[in-house]
């Protein structure tokens, strides 16, 4: 394709996403509230054969996440062989002892998975970090396809690139399977936001149409005799699942933070009462804390005595003193990452470091260790990029979304593609200045 036309085809593609108003908002900054995300019209291209080693991973990792969620919480078989330290759980902000002994439907907590991947070489696929929690992002695979098949049918036609169209029909499968016993033979399912100044407000839009179901804030919703109902024009009607886009910290201000207004009072007990499904459970964000991440391959084995597919990026524990003293040692080539950090926020990149963020970060270390991780500066796969000088190499990572219901896994093929748009910047988070590809699985 010549320059000139790329370089059309990429205003036309910023025309349509300021059309269709996809934005998303950035805490802290003043001036730009709602930003569009930069979207690159080159696609990233991955083989089927690629594709499924990469599933075959994805969905070995979610099964042992989700059994380790569930022992957590109930056995903790995997404390007492000593495979993770107790405290990781027990003093984890993420930790629930709420939902110590309490059974989910279908013994499954983790709905919706985004697992990031980033690839080091031809044929190796690692792990950097497993959402587990409210993974967002979604939107912008259905969407950056949608544009793409707008911008260049004709390739479409040519090659057989694998759908992602499917994912809503999927993901309301997936939640539907899940419904409590007790919940009709058509169940009812309704997604849940904390309301329009949310960062990923557009999505939570966007789903709840393409699923068809209703959108609702707390205020939406009561709990009576232990069940859950929206208030609708016809009345009250019973809600059977709840996909929730909101932090546990605010779902119900009895049983956590009692100033949150974004919750809904007694939602807790009628979960505890097995009538409401919450996808994602409450009490995931164990499984996706950095020093968790770094006990994952030993997760993998624990579980299902196999060797786990997708490996983990190498990761020094800083709470060990001997990794800590290495990471001391090596500040300045070294990524330095908080263990409950996301975002792409309070991390070191050593070798892009000033000598001061360097000797800050070291003080950070030494007065508390077990609050970070570290990890080699990998040097990520880059994906050829539409740049205002023309074509050039940049940084790229996958998030595909991975969703569990009661009797299979489903992974649509492709995921979104994240890229680091500042020339050499491994950031692709797009609180960062990352913008987003289309992913291309083509079918042999």
């Not at 984890?92 to 919706?112: K, L």
């Not at 069940?227 to 546990?248: A, C, N, Q």
């Not at 490996?311 to 908080?338: F, G, I």
């Not at 979304?401 to 995921?415: A, D, K, M, Q």
Request: aromatic residues 8%; negative net charge; hydrophobic residues 40%.
């Amino acid at each position: 394709v010549p320059a000139d036309v790329l370089d059309y085809r990429r205003r036309e593609a910023e025309l349509l996403f300021r059309r269709i108003g996809i934005t998303f908002a950035v805490y802290g900054e003043t001036d730009a509230q709602e930003r569009l995300i930069p979207f690159d019209v080159i696609p990233r291209i991955m083989s089927g054969a690629e594709w499924r080693l990469l599933e075959k991973g994805l969905i070995q990792r979610v099964k042992a996440i989700n059994l380790f969620i569930k022992d957590a919480y109930g056995a903790r078989e995997i404390l007492r062989a000593g495979v993770v330290p107790d405290d990781l759980v027990f003093r984890n902000p993420a930790f629930r002892p709420e939902m110590s002994g309490q059974s989910v439907p279908y013994d499954i907590y983790i709905h919706v998975a985004g697992i990031d991947i980033v690839r080091v070489d031809a044929d190796t696929f690692y792990v950097l970090e497993d959402n587990a929690r409210t993974p967002s992002g979604v939107s912008y695979m259905l969407e950056n396809r949608e544009i793409m098949m707008r911008l260049f049918p004709d390739l479409f036609a040519r090659h057989r690139i694998a759908p992602v169209e499917r994912y809503p029909d999927e993901l309301l499968a997936a939640l539907r399977s899940v419904a409590p016993l007790s919940a009709s033979s058509e169940p009812t399912v309704a997604l849940m936001t904390p309301g329009v100044y949310n960062s990923a407000y557009y999505e939570h839009s966007f789903l709840a149409d393409k699923l068809g179901i209703e959108l609702v804030e707390g205020r939406d919703l009561i709990v009576k005799d232990d069940e859950v109902f929206m208030r609708t024009t016809e009345g009250l009607k019973r809600v059977d699942v709840i996909y929730r886009r909101l932090d546990d910290d605010f779902i119900d201000p009895l049983t956590f933070r009692p100033d949150s207004a974004l919750g809904v009072p007694g939602l807790m007990s009628a979960y505890a009462a097995g009538n409401i499904t919450l996808a994602n459970a409450v009490g995931t964000g164990i499984a996706d804390d950095k020093a968790m991440y770094s006990y994952m391959p030993e997760i993998v084995k624990f579980y299902l005595s196999e060797e786990p597919i997708l490996k983990n990026v190498q990761t020094w524990r800083c709470r060990e003193p001997k990794d800590l003293a290495y990471v001391l040692d090596n500040l300045d080539q070294l990524v330095v990452k908080e263990v409950h950090g996301s975002g792409g926020y309070g991390m070191l990149i050593g070798p892009a470091a000033t000598k001061a963020t360097i000797e800050a970060f070291r003080d950070k270390l030494k007065r508390e260790p077990e609050g970070f991780i570290a990890q080699p500066t990998l040097a990520l796969s880059t994906c050829p990029t539409c740049t205002e000088a023309g074509l050039a190499p940049r940084h790229v990572d996958l998030r595909p979304f991975v969703l569990t219901g009661s009797n299979h896994t489903t992974i649509v093929p492709g995921g979104l593609t994240r890229v680091a748009l500042k020339a050499g910047s491994l950031v692709v988070n797009s609180s960062q200045g990352g913008g987003t590809k289309d992913t291309w699985i083509l079918d042999e």
